[in-house]
């Protein structure tokens, strides 16, 4: 387009019913100095046509961001949510639903825009035909500038060699020590935690041997501040405020009328993460702080990962107030030893609720070992079940899986059946 006009990076012409253009990531339209150019061109009787989602990266001299101006009867389109650097707009066609683009003048995007950019573009399995002259690895790795809060989870691609080091610090760091300002993911990791302290960080890669071998063009640009997760292990007994959390994704910290601060503007989806928490012997119920002034939702408690298991769902009722706060409660199951816990959170539309502060219950699962089928007796039945769990004939239930690790580490096999055969024989008087 340095030789072309009257073109754009998204370019429609005429009827064609069905077309979805969406979540495009466009990059380099120069201005529109010797004739017009645009960001997306709906050009002669462009219709029926969905251009949702797109983020524009383009000169601010460009003639319109969007084209829908009055010429060759356009009609029936829908463009919503665009995000450009320039927001400059025709006239809306007939039947036309358009939003006026969101102008985001210094290119560094919104957390969800960010996405958009980071999912565009080549396939993984095809990265290989970018060369680093057109694209470097840095700018492979975290591809647009992003705005985010404080121990955000931050996605990226990939660096592509798992002995590599990913980190995100400030500008000119030569020297790379996990803090309140700098975090690191390995190689090959696709996402990482912002920093902890607001500020302009750049995202940098390190070999093996701890060398700098390149940092991102783009910019991590941090609000707000969080506290970065200790080395000790916390008791789960205790009471942890909401907002200490080591990572999160989606939502945002605000004053509690409980003192303080609490974690709110809670969506269906967004997560909190709490490293090293120690669960002891055995959790028995979980117990949060909580406010909503809609129906409420769900919390799902996994372990050590956001797609780990779930140990327990607490449902959030509404309580009339978004500083209404009343207890929630749910028993969790299988919960013992040190995890990182992650606090997932689901519902429908719109915000969900709030939460001030969470704890957990001390259990005893000695009570129930070896009981499989609940009838509060330990016998050759139970010995079966353990037997038909193991050869993959019948599994048991995520509770009955704690009351089966006799041996109670952590995993349940021949191990546990010998141990619980031998109890039953009275060979042995416990577990």
Known sequence: MSRLHDSGAIYTIGQMP??????????GIPPATYGPTYGLHNDEGTAYIIENDNVLDIDPGVKYTINCEDFGEKHNLTILRTYATVSKMGKNPPNSKIDP???????????????????????????????????????????????????SIINIRSSGDPSNTVWFAPAGTTTFVEGATMTKAAGNAT????????????????????VKIGESKAI??????????????????????????????????????????DVGYIENGDYVVYKNIDFGKGAASFKARVASATSGGSIELRIDS????????????????????????????????VHDLYLKFTGGEGYLFNINWFTFVEGNNDEHLGDLNGDGKVNSTDLQILKKHLLRITLLTEKNLSNADVNKDGKVDSSDFSLLKRYILRTIPGF
């Open 101 to 151: 683009p969101v102008a985001v003048p210094d290119n560094v995007w919104p957390l969800k825009q960010y996405n958009v950019c980071l999912n565009s573009g080549i396939q993984e399995e095809y990265r290989r035909l970018l060369p680093d002259s057109l694209l470097s690895t840095p700018d492979y790795v975290f591809p647009a500038s992003c705005a985010a809060e404080a121990a």
């Open 191 to 210: 996402s990482i935690i912002a920093p902890y302290t607001a500020g302009t960080y750049k995202l940098y890669i390190l070999n093996s041997q701890g």
């Open 220 to 261: 991590l640009r941090v609000s707000g501040s969080a506290n970065p997760p200790s080395d000790e292990p916390q008791l789960a007994f205790t009471r942890i405020e909401a907002e200490s959390y080591s990572g999160q994704s989606g939502i945002r910290t605000e004053d509690c009328s409980e003192g303080g601060m």
């Open 18 to 27: 069905g077309t979805n253009i969406n979540e495009n990531y466009v990059k």
């Open 306 to 337: 956001i797609d780990g298991p779930v140990v327990g769902t607490c449902p959030v009722a509404s309580t009339g107030g978004w500083q209404e706060w009343v207890d929630a409660e749910c028993e969790v199951n299988t919960l013992k030893g």
